[in-house]
C-alpha cells in the first residue's frame, strides 16, 4: 500500500539550526513566504529559468517528526504566534498557519474557484479590469490537476457535515458538496494539525518541490525583518532575514541577506503588510495595512442525543451559500469545522460548571459556522494592521460594524434552524451569555444579545487584504499585475492583494490568481 | 487604560497581602515567578473546576504547562501576562470590585468565581480581554492533556495501521 509522499518532498531546504553563520546571496528572484503564494510563484519563477529563493519564517514540518494529531503540539508549531493570535483586544481569535507550506498545512483542504460575483465587483469597483475567470481558469485547471482536487462523494460526508447537509435540505435550503485537494484520504479529521498521512496536497507536496526540482533553493526558519531599498525608494535592493532556533523560535544571531533582481512578498494577509511597514515602502496614501478581511466566523453548537463524533473524518465537505447574496447586506455562508476539545474549549463561553457542561458533551456537539462575507459593502473596511512600534510586535485591530452584526445575528438564527432541522436537543449561542435554542421561538433572544468585543466568540481561519489590488495608487497598494505601485521590481503573491474577501475558502483563489500574475511577471522585462 | 491598568499590577502591587502559593511547580519555571505560578494555577482550577470525572488542573499541571508554552512568546506579551496575573491577583483589583481586601488566591472559591464573573462582565475592556487571556491559556493547557479527553467523549487520535507498512 503506498499511500504516502515521501516525507522529505524539498530536497535542499536549509533549517535554522544549519545555518551557522551569516549568509549573502544572490539570486533572479527572492520569494518571501512559502504558501500557496510564493509556492506557486517560485514553481512558475523556477521553470521559467530563473534563479529563485525562498525564505520562509516558518520551520520544515513533515508527517513522520510533526503531524501526531496533538493539539497541544500542532498549534504552538504550526500556527502563527504559537496559535494565539488574535486582534489586540482578544476579540477575534486568528488561525493563521506558519511554516514551510504556509496555510496549507493546516487549512481544512477546501477548495473554490473565486466566485464570479467577487471578480465582477473587483473589476467594478477596483479597476481590476482582467479580473476574469476566463484569464484564470486556464491556472484554476492545472492547479486543480496538481492538488488532484475534487468534489468529495457523498459517502464521505461524516456526522458533523450530514448535520448541515440534511437540516438545510428539511428547511429547502441549498447546500453543495466541497471539493477537497487530496489524494487517497483515509478522512482522519486532522487537516488542521497537519495531514497525518500526507493525503492532503499542499504546498509541501506539491509546488515547493517542483520548485525546488527546478533549482529553487528554500531557507526555512528565516524571519525577513525588512526589505532593503535603493536610497530614491524606488527599487528592492535586498530581503534581511534573520534566522531563528527551530526549538525555541528565537533568534540564532545570524542573518541571510538575499540581493535579487526582483521581489516577491508572499507572507499573508498580515504579514505581507507588516513587512511593508517595517520596511518604510513608499506608502504615500497610508494604504498598507488597511482593508483586511476576515472573513469572520460566528457559530452555533447544537447538542444531540445521538454521538456526532466532530472529531473524525473529512472536516469539511458540505456548504451552503444561500445567504451569500443580500441585498444591502452583508452575505455569509455555512461550513462546518472539525472540533476537538482544545479548540472547541476555547470557543465555548463561560468559565466553571457551564464551561465543563458543555465540554462533556462534546462528542454529541455538532458545530455550524457562519463566515461572513466582508468587505463588499460601501464602507465596509474591514480591520487594520500596524505596528506598535517601530520593528515591533503587531497591532492587529477589527472592529466589527454594525452590518457585521447584523449578518452575525441572521447567520446565527439560520444555523440554529438548520441543527435543529437536523434533530439536535438544543442549540446554543456562543455569547458570553448564551442563548439557548429549542424551538423557533427562541431565536429572538439572539437579537438582545451583546456583541461587543469578549461578549460573542469570533474567529477567522481566512486573512485576506492589507496589500489591496487596485487600479488607483490612491486605493490600492498594487496594481492589477499585483506589482508594487512605488517599487518597480517589488509584486505581492499571496492573499493580502484581495481587495475584498473572497465570499469563499481563499486557497485555490490565491494559487489561480497568482499563477497568472507570475505568468505576466515572467513576461516583464527586468 | 490598559497600559495604566496592567502598571497597578506591575507597580503598584499591594505589599500588604501576600499570594498564598497553594500549587508547588514540578519543574524549574521558565517565565513565571513562584507567586505568578500560584496565582495562574488558582485561576485555571476556577476556570476548569473540574467534577469527579476529570483529573484536577494540578494534576495535568496546567500552570506548568502554561509557563513552558509562554517560554515561546515575545518577551514583551511575557511580560504583559505577568502583570496580568499580578492585576489580577492584586488585593486593590477586589476593592475595586467591592470584594474587599483579599488577594484572588486567598479568596474563596465562591469569592474567584465572582472576580472572574466581574472581569468578564466589565465594561473596561481591558478586564475582559484579560479574563479572555487567562481562560484561553487555561483551557487550552487542560484540555490538550490526553488524560482530560475520557470526559469529554473524545476517544483521542486513531491508530494509522498502514504507516509502518507504506514506508
Not at chain 1, 500557496?36 to 520544515?60: H, K, N, Q, T, Y
Not at chain 1, 479597476?127 to 476566463?134: I, P, Q, R, S, Y
Not at chain 2, 513565571?32 to 476548569?48: K, N, Q
Request: glycine share 10%; aromatic share 6%.
Amino acid at each position: 500500500m503506498r499511500l504516502l509522499s515521501p516525507d522529505h518532498p524539498i530536497p535542499n531546504v536549509m533549517r535554522g539550526h544549519e545555518i551557522r553563520s551569516n549568509l549573502s546571496l544572490w539570486a533572479d528572484v527572492c520569494v518571501v513566504g512559502s504558501g500557496p503564494g510564493g509556492a506557486i510563484a517560485a514553481a512558475r519563477l523556477a521553470a521559467s529559468g530563473a534563479r529563485v529563493i525562498l525564505l520562509e519564517e516558518g520551520g520544515v514540518f513533515t508527517r513522520k517528526a510533526d503531524f501526531h494529531m496533538q493539539e497541544a503540539e500542532a498549534y504552538p508549531k504550526l500556527y502563527q504566534d504559537h496559535g494565539n493570535r488574535a486582534t489586540d483586544d482578544l476579540g477575534i481569535t486568528i488561525l493563521q498557519g506558519r511554516g514551510v507550506g504556509g496555510g496549507t498545512l493546516v487549512n481544512w483542504t477546501t477548495c473554490f474557484r473565486t466566485p464570479e460575483a467577487t471578480l465582477a465587483l473587483w473589476r467594478e469597483r477596483h479597476g481590476l479590469v482582467d479580473f476574469t475567470a476566463e484569464r484564470f481558469s486556464p491556472h484554476w485547471i492545472e492547479v486543480e490537476s496538481r492538488l488532484n482536487i475534487r468534489e468529495v462523494d457523498p459517502s464521505e460526508v461524516n456526522d458533523h457535515n450530514a448535520v448541515l447537509l440534511e437540516g438545510a435540505k428539511k428547511l429547502g435550503i441549498e447546500t453543495e458538496l466541497l471539493k477537497r485537494n487530496v489524494t487517497a484520504c483515509l478522512h482522519t479529521g486532522y487537516c488542521g494539525m497537519g495531514c497525518p498521512t500526507n493525503a492532503k496536497r499542499g504546498m509541501a507536496l506539491t509546488y515547493l518541490p517542483d520548485a525546488a526540482s527546478r533549482g529553487a533553493r528554500v531557507y526555512a526558519d528565516c524571519r525577513v525583518v525588512r526589505l532593503a531599498l535603493d536610497a530614491r525608494k524606488e527599487r528592492v535592493t535586498a530581503a534581511e532575514a534573520e534566522v531563528l532556533d527551530p526549538a525555541m523560535d528565537r533568534p540564532t544571531g545570524h542573518r541571510v541577506t538575499v540581493s535579487a533582481e526582483r521581489f516577491v512578498v508572499a507572507g499573508g494577509a498580515i504579514n505581507s503588510p507588516a513587512l511593508l511597514l517595517k520596511s518604510g515602502v513608499p506608502d504615500p496614501h497610508g494604504r498598507v495595512g488597511k482593508r483586511t478581511f476576515f472573513h469572520p466566523v460566528v457559530a452555533t453548537v447544537a447538542v444531540f442525543d445521538k454521538r456526532i463524533d466532530p472529531f473524525y473524518g473529512a472536516p469539511q465537505s458540505v456548504a451552503s451559500h444561500a445567504f451569500i447574496e443580500r441585498p444591502g447586506k452583508t452575505g455569509f455562508f455555512l461550513e462546518v469545522p472539525p472540533l476537538h476539545p482544545m479548540l472547541a474549549s476555547l470557543a465555548l463561553p463561560g468559565f466553571g460548571e457551564a464551561h465543563r457542561g458543555g465540554m462533556k458533551q462534546l462528542s454529541k456537539t455538532s458545530a455550524v459556522i457562519a463566515l461572513l462575507r466582508d468587505g463588499f459593502l460601501a464602507g465596509d473596511e474591514g480591520g487594520t494592521v500596524s505596528l506598535r512600534e517601530a520593528g515591533g510586535r503587531l497591532s492587529i485591530r477589527y472592529p466589527l460594524a454594525e452590518s457585521h452584526r447584523e449578518a452575525m445575528r441572521e447567520a446565527m438564527k439560520v444555523s440554529a434552524r438548520i441543527q435543529l432541522a437536523a434533530g439536535a436537543r438544543e442549540v446554543r449561542t456562543l455569547h458570553r451569555d448564551p442563548v439557548v435554542i429549542t424551538s423557533e421561538r427562541d431565536l429572538a433572544a439572539i437579537d438582545g444579545r451583546p456583541m461587543g468585543p469578549n461578549e460573542i466568540a469570533v474567529f477567522t481561519a481566512h486573512q485576506m487584504g492589507g496589500c489591496a489590488a487596485g487600479a488607483d495608487p490612491a486605493a490600492s497598494v498594487v496594481d492589477g499585475n499585483l506589482r508594487h505601485h512605488h517599487l518597480s521590481n517589488l509584486w505581492v503573491f499571496d492573499g493580502s492583494v484581495f481587495p475584498t474577501s473572497l465570499g469563499v475558502n481563499p486557497q485555490l483563489s490565491i494559487l489561480g490568481i497568482v499563477s497568472a500574475a507570475a505568468e505576466r511577471m515572467i513576461a516583464t522585462k527586468s | 487604560m490598559g497600559a495604566a491598568l496592567l502598571a497597578i499590577g506591575g507597580g503598584a502591587f499591594l505589599v500588604l497581602r501576600r499570594t498564598v502559593r497553594a500549587a508547588k511547580p514540578r519543574n524549574p519555571l521558565l517565565v513565571l515567578s513562584l507567586d505568578e505560578y500560584a496565582i495562574f494555577a488558582a485561576v485555571a482550577a476556577r476556570v476548569v473546576a473540574v467534577d469527579g470525572d476529570s483529573p484536577s488542573t494540578d494534576a495535568v499541571d496546567v500552570a506548568g504547562r502554561a509557563d513552558a508554552a509562554m517560554a515561546l512568546w515575545p518577551g514583551s506579551v511575557q511580560v504583559e501576562f505577568r502583570r496580568l496575573l499580578r492585576l489580577f491577583e492584586n488585593a486593590l483589583t477586589g476593592a475595586v470590585f467591592r470584594q474587599g481586601f483579599a488577594t484572588f488566591t486567598a479568596s474563596t472559591a465562591r469569592e474567584q468565581d465572582a472576580r472572574l464573573r466581574l472581569w468578564s462582565r466589565s465594561d473596561v475592556a481591558v478586564f475582559r480581554t484579560g479574563y479572555q487571556a487567562m481562560k484561553r491559556l487555561a483551557c487550552a493547557c487542560y484540555y490538550a492533556a490526553p488524560e482530560t479527553w475520557p470526559a469529554t467523549g473524545y476517544p483521542g487520535p486513531p491508530e494509522l495501521p498502514f504507516a509502518t507498512e507504506a514506508e
